[in-house]
């Protein structure tokens, strides 16, 4: 009977207490730049400064930003039209001074060395002119910029991902949606 009461109370909790974030990293943006028929996006990535002093002690991260335009409809859910992934690997070496962050955007892959700290991490964190071209969209209609923004775990051992399955491989996951827009006579 008492185990009854225990496993009640604590699926009681579970249902009751909601869920917190475990994460205060926040994207600022996106911020777009209409330019006849291309738009420009940027967005910036707000990190905690826990997370700061572990890349400053030499941990590895991989953030992967995507930025995808979406056809907003009225009664159906919105259309995924296209998008741009780009990958920001950051590496800080303490001992040797040195500071670089790998960006791999479709084909192109951009390895930048910085002699701070603080100049790698601004340029890591900050996503600009992500160009999309306004006339190459199928239908005039609402349309509006979506940003989602990961973090990559560190890989367990292989062996460990086969045991723990379950476990969920991203440190965050942030979205946010620009205004919407208007492409077109509409």
Known sequence: MRKFHIMTLLLLALVILPPCR???????????VFNGSTVRVSVTLLMEENKISLLKEGLQKVYIFYVDIFRAWSMWPD????????????IADKVKGEYKVSSQEGDTILEKRFTTFDSMLKWAVNVKDVKFILSDLPEDGTYFIRVTVESVKQKPPQVFSYVLFFMEDKDFRDKRDSEKFTVGGR
């Open 22 to 32: 475990a994460n205060a990293e926040d994207i600022i943006g996106p911020d777009l």
């Open 79 to 90: 259309e995924f039209i296209r998008g741009k992934k780009i990958v920001r690997t950051i």
